[in-house]
């Protein structure tokens, strides 16, 4: 990028609640698990006139729950309104969505800026609204499902405080983590459930203004928010460095081209004609009742990484991986309090090997059979030497599979590590005495050569010796031969 323009970032984040009925009516919410089209649909989700909306008492729990979490203050009193447009997937012509007194407002969050630097975005709102049905384009016609229509969606809307697509990304990771922490959301963006909406325009560096901005809908992955903003980023300095100007619009992106694309054009608040809701009363919170959602927060990422760190005494990075997810901060903590090993220990087996199993399985840590003690015990056998890192790998694969104790692993495979001076000694000088050639090389300079002896140790020994041990006696007796 041009250091002459930096970007200015704001999002919007869309995350349908986790709640068993549809936002103002009784209709299941699980539109995933309807088993065909049009069946969890009412007069009131289809929009049929008369039809009385009810708000859904769960989601204004978990709504105020989200809004708790990310330091907003919660509007006692907050009314909802009527989002004025028109499309097949709504079926009312309206959406029922807040707009002058959103449910919580005012918060912020601490992300990574891509410096190392923290910085502080703040989040202007958290509003309470409805999904929208879902179109299946065809190739002459289009296919609506109203069993989405009316689910409850939440929106988070940050003020434009990101000055790099990395910051833009930490705080949608952090948001999507909170979301998932909180068990309001699943977090599934191949499911469509969480969706980005980036808002951007670039300025020269120094400058304060704000520019005309862009809106790029519906990224459904964190690689489309990042692919997406780099490119309208890129496409806007052109514009300016062209002399030209940016026009106000909505855009689209197309994943596979990987460009955005015009949609429509300048669309302000009063293109909507907001006005109250008529058939809902605001919604009365009282201080009892925000204090009892309060209580139900649980420790977040944020405040888990900072104990994590004190605790354990691990990295910030360390940290902030293990507690990405809570299934995988509960599996760390776990795992840590049967093991005998120190913290960094267990973080680096899970960062590791584990984590390589469970991309390489395409598996979550979540569908992980493994049981921490049994981790536990590997991971010790480890730190205490009994068997060598490789065997410690061997055992590893077969524990994932058969889910047999690491010790019984060890016994029945003969992996248990030799730290006999004398039997590795023997190896060595034999290894030594057996490639003349390898010995006169390494001696002439050629260092690489360590690796080679050190893997033929390995191999005579079929892993078995411990190699600080085999090392030392290595070197040692390479010097010995210098004479
Ligand atoms: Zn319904």
Not at 444 to 469: H, Y
Request: glycine residues 6%; contains cysteine.
């Amino acid at each position: 990028m041009t250091q002459k323009y930096e970007p200015v970032i704001g999002l919007e984040i869309h995350g349908e609640l986790l709640t068993n009925s549809k936002m103002f009516c009784g209709c299941s919410a699980d539109y995933g698990s309807a088993p065909e089209p049009n069946i969890n649909i009412c007069p009131t989700c289809t929009g049929l006139p008369g039809a009385m909306p009810v708000v859904n008492k769960k989601a204004t729990e978990l709504a105020a729950l989200v809004g708790l979490a990310l330091n907003c203050s919660i509007n006692k009193h907050n009314t909802f309104a009527r989002k004025n447009y028109y499309y097949p997937d709504l079926p009312k012509g309206y959406q029922i969505s807040q707009y002058e007194l959103p449910i919580a407002e005012k918060g912020w969050m601490d992300v990574n800026a891509g410096d190392e630097n923290q910085l502080k975005v703040r989040v202007r709102r958290v509003h309470i609204e409805e999904d929208t049905a879902k179109l299946s384009h065809e190739k002459n016609y289009a296919l609506v499902d109203f069993n989405r229509a009316g689910v409850p969606l939440l929106e988070i809307v940050s003020e434009p405080d990101m000055r790099t697509v990395e910051a833009a990304l930490d705080y949608a990771t952090k948001v999507r983590a909170i979301l998932r922490y909180l068990g309001v959301n699943s977090g599934d963006m191949e499911k469509g459930v969480l969706r980005f909406e980036a808002n951007i325009s670039v300025r020269p560096v120094g400058s304060d203004e704000l520019r005309t901005r862009t809106e790029i809908k519906n990224l459904n992955s964190f690689r489309a928010l990042t692919r997406a903003s780099q490119y309208e980023i890129e496409r806007q300095i052109k514009i300016y460095e062209d002399g030209g100007s940016v026009l106000q619009e909505t855009l689209g992106w197309d994943d596979v081209r990987g460009v955005t694309i015009s949609q429509r054009g300048k669309e302000d608040a009063h293109d909507y004609r907001y006005f109250p809701e008529p058939d809902l009363p605001p919604l009365q919170l009282s201080d009892a009742w925000i204090d009892s959602i309060r209580n139900q927060l649980p420790e977040l990422p944020e405040a888990k990484t900072a104990r994590f760190i004190s605790d354990f005494d691990l990295k910030r990075s360390e940290a902030q991986f293990l507690t990405s997810e809570k299934s995988l901060a509960d599996y760390f903590e776990s795992v840590l309090s049967k093991s005998k090993s120190p913290a960094k220990a267990v973080h680096s087996w899970i960062a590791g090997e584990l984590m390589r199993y469970l991309n390489e399985s395409n598996l979550s840590i979540d569908d992980l059979t493994l049981s921490p003690e049994s981790f536990a015990k590997l991971i010790d056998m480890t730190t205490e030497k009994v068997i060598s890192g490789n065997s410690a790998k061997v055992v590893f694969n077969e524990m994932v599979k058969s889910g047999s104790d690491p010790e019984q692993i060890v016994k029945e495979k003969n992996l248990a590590q030799v730290s006999d001076e004398g039997f590795i000694l023997e190896t060595v000088t034999k290894i030594l005495n057996d490639n003349p050639k390898e010995v006169e090389s390494y001696l002439a300079g050629k260092d690489t050569l360590l690796q080679w002896f050190m893997g033929q140790i390995a191999r005579t020994t079929k892993g078995k010796a411990d190699p600080n041990i085999a090392k030392e006696l290595l070197l040692k007796g390479l010097e010995e031969r210098k004479k």
